[in-house]
Structure formats: C-alpha cells, structure tokens
C-alpha cells in the first residue's frame, strides 16, 4: 500500500493554457500596437516600407487640433452620459427596492435597454429622431412644442445630446442593476431605526442608504467611463461622427487615421493616447472608492 501525498501541480502548470490564450489574444496586439505608433507604417503599404520614428507620432497628437476637439468631445460626451445614467440608475434602483405591485416585472423590463445590442439601439433611435417621420417629432409636434419638424441629429447643436440620450437610455439599467443589488442587501433595521430617530427621507438616503450602494455605484461608474471614452459604435451608426465632426469623438478619430487615411502608424499612437485617459479616469475612480472604503 502506497504512503504518501501525491504531490500538486504548480498553479503555474494550471493557469498555462490560459495564460498562453490571453497572450495571444490581447498580449500580441498590445505590443503591435506600441510598435506600431513609433512607425510611419502606412496601411496596403509594401513590406519593408515602414520607418522607425520615435516619438514623432506622440508629437503631433498633441498639436493636432482636430484630435484635441475629438478629445473634448469625448470627454464631454463621457462626463454627461456617466453622470445622467449614474442619477437615473439610483433614482430608478431606490423605486424599484419599494414593495409595489407588479415590481417582478418591472425589474425583469428594467433589463431589456441594457440587453439590447448597441447597434440595434442606434438603429432604434436614428429612427426616433428621423427628421420627416420620426417619432420624436410626431408627438413634440402634435403636443405643440415644436411649431416644424426638426433633424435631430443634423444639426451641430443637438446631435451630441441626442446621441447621449440614445446611449444613456441603454446604459442606465446596468447601473440601476447594481445598485438594486445593494439595496437589497442593506439590512431593514438600519432604516428602522434611522426612521425612529426621526430621519427623513433624504437623511436616510445620506446616512444609510448612501454609505451601502456608493462602492458598487463606483465600480458601475468605472465600468460604464471606460465604454464611454473609448465610445465608437453608436456615433458610427447614428450621425458617423457628422454634422461637420460635431459628434467625431477619439476612437472615431482613431477608425479614420487607420482605415480611412490608412496612417496606421499615427492611428495606433491615438489609440494610445485613449488608452492613457481611460486609465486615467480609472485612477481617479479608485482613489475616490479607496477613499470611500477608508472612511
């Protein structure tokens, strides 16, 4: 009889395949792209025709004023669509934890934005805003409103907002989501005896309600300021980064340097850049939810 442990494999020998998967499949074009945005690579271009340049690329990002509006765009677009998708997401999750009729189903609706593929939504709402049969304009225009119909999104002034109302529509259910699922695992005695101390409504939010959904609202944030800076579909679908680049945001930018100009070299430079900003906002967020945790 045989005495003995059998020895373990190494987690090393266990996490291997993966390993090797994700090394093909996100390690090998990470580091083409970095080789790619100190060249002059060019795409359909001949073998041998690329050119190490440095920093050269990086040079002209940040001299490119087409790129720094792309840039504010972006950013504009990301901070208002966050912020709105963040207000409706805990109003819509506080209205929802409430003991009603029907809530089951009402929460299994409260899925189906979210569920919807991004470019389905687009389509969708490209439709509502159709100037000369669109929705919209039908009930603005039969409620009085608007005294004409309007082209929502062919017009510089109100394309951008039209395409955050499309995309915020979409995305709020996510963060609605998770902070439901915080919500529901708040015990009912803190609200019981915060209710017999006196506290209203909105110093229950402050002091209860508050404390428990604002770490998941963080990592919903996160989640949600990563897809919306490196935002391309939508804006693809919906306005093609028109009227006259109103709603050209940087990884549009990116799309065209690469595959329209075919200067695949500065294209991968620019991704970079939106790579660099998204971890910026990142970092900013994990501060903000270390710093909510320590206190």
């Not at 395409?163 to 609605?176: H, Q």
């Not at 209710?195 to 944030?221: C, E, K, Q, S």
């Not at 490196?230 to 919906?238: A, G, P």
């Not at 006259?244 to 500065?266: L, W």
């Amino acid at each position: 009889m045989m005495s003995g442990r059998i020895g373990m494999p190494s987690p090393w020998l266990l996490l291997g395949p993966m390993l090797v998967v994700v090394l093909a499949a996100v390690g090998y074009p990470v580091v083409t792209t970095i080789w790619l945005a100190f060249t002059d690579t060019r795409l359909m271009a001949g073998p041998g025709s690329a050119h190490w340049i440095g920093l050269e690329n990086f040079a002209y990002v940040f001299t490119d004023a087409d790129f720094l509006a792309a840039a504010g765009r972006t950013v504009y677009f990301t901070l208002v669509s966050v912020s709105a998708e963040a207000l409706l997401g805990i109003a819509v999750a506080l209205l929802l934890n409430q003991e009603f009729h029907g809530r089951t189903f009402c929460r299994a609706l409260l899925v189906l934005p979210w569920a919807l593929p991004t470019i389905v939504n687009a389509l969708m709402w490209r439709l509502v805003y159709q100037p000369d049969f669109g929705v919209l304009n039908a009930v603005l225009s039969q409620t009085g409103l608007i005294g004409s119909y309007r082209s929502w999104l062919g017009v510089e002034s109100s394309a951008m907002n039209a395409v955050i109302l499309a995309d915020v529509w979409k995305n709020y259910p996510l963060v609605a989501l998770i902070v439901l699922a915080a919500l529901q695992s708040a015990p009912a005695e803190l609200y019981g005896a915060a209710t017999l101390d006196g506290a209203n409504a909105w110093h229950r939010f402050r002091v209860v309600t508050w404390p428990i959904i604002a770490p998941p609202l963080l990592v919903a944030l996160v989640l949600r300021s990563i897809e919306a800076l490196k935002v391309f579909d939508i804006f693809y679908v919906m306005t093609h980064g028109g009227p006259a680049s109103a709603t050209k945001t940087m990884s549009f930018f990116v799309y065209e340097e690469s595959f329209r100009f075919m200067r695949v070299g500065s294209g991968a430079s620019y991704a970079l850049i939106v790579v660099l900003i998204c971890m910026v906002f990142v970092g900013v967020y994990v501060r903000l939810l270390k710093r909510q945790e320590a206190s």
